[in-house]
Antibody
Framework: QVQLQESGPGLVKPSETLALSCAVS?????????WGWIRQPPGKGLEWIGS???????YYTPSLKSRVTMSLDSSKTQFSLKLSSVTAADTAVYFC??????????????WGQGTLVTVSS | EIMLTQSPGTLPLSPGERATLSCRAS???????LAWFQQKPGQAPRLLIY???TRAAGIPDRFSGSGSGTDFTLTISRLEPEDFAVYYC?????????FGQGTKVQMK
């Protein structure tokens, strides 16, 4: 059973950079899967932010692409998300997740519990 | 970007009843790369169905998915008390992956 756990500041100031990490247990991020980030504004639906493959290839949603960076940690036990120039619209619960398989076309099977990030001065 | 429209927005039902949830795509979802998730308050989404009709590991067989092209359906044959939740469809055939706005199955 894969376990994922998000961590990072719960409060970020407008115009600053949101930075989150996702710790992975049981599996290495070098395993043949996609690792992703999804967010959910309070009371709203889900939005895919992007995914990173075990080889470091990244795929971002176009609306956030200019502000998003995903990376794998050299420890191979975590991966990260950075979102720059945040505004109140970036306030959301952020989930990290792992795909069902190593196929590009694979939904997310394992999810972290989510972490609320609020953008406010 | 493929937009997914779910209906109804809210579905009031009683335990034991059958639930039928719809997900309509703005364009054809390639190779039926369509998934369904269940989400309860304060929890992460749980993958129920992928590839339009394949149940994820450990998902009870009262959950079934069908459809192709632009029209997909999630059916819960007999609602159990733990099935009252919000359900989302997601397409992962054409980037960016997108989600529907959700259907809330609530107790009547």
């Amino acid at each position: 059973q894969v376990q994922l756990q998000e961590s990072g500041p719960g409060l970020v100031k407008p115009s600053e950079t949101l930075a989150l990490s996702c710790a992975v247990s049981t599996y290495s991020t070098s395993s043949d899967y996609y690792w992703g980030w999804i967010r959910q504004p309070p009371g709203k639906g889900l939005e895919w932010i992007g995914s990173i493959f075990h080889n470091g290839n990244t795929y971002y949603t176009p609306s956030l692409k200019s502000r998003v960076t995903m990376s794998l940690d050299s420890s191979k036990t975590q991966f990260s998300l950075k979102l720059s120039s945040v505004t109140a619209a970036d306030t959301a619960v952020y989930f990290c997740a792992r795909s069902v398989s190593g196929s590009y076309h694979s939904p997310f099977l394992y999810w972290g519990q989510g972490t609320l990030v609020t953008v406010s001065s | 970007e493929i937009m997914l429209t779910q209906s109804p927005g809210t579905l009031p039902l009683s335990p034991g009843e059958r639930a039928t949830l719809s997900c309509r795509a703005s364009q054809s979802v390639s190779s039926s790369y369509l998934a369904w998730f269940q989400q309860k308050p304060g929890q992460a989404p749980r993958l129920l169905i992928y590839g339009a009709f394949t149940r994820a590991a450990g998902i009870p067989d009262r959950f079934s998915g069908s459809g192709s092209g632009t029209d997909f359906t999630l059916t819960i044959s007999r609602l159990e008390p733990e099935d009252f939740a919000v359900y989302y469809c997601q397409q992962y055939g054409t980037s960016p992956w997108t989600f529907g706005q959700g259907t809330k199955v609530q107790m009547k």
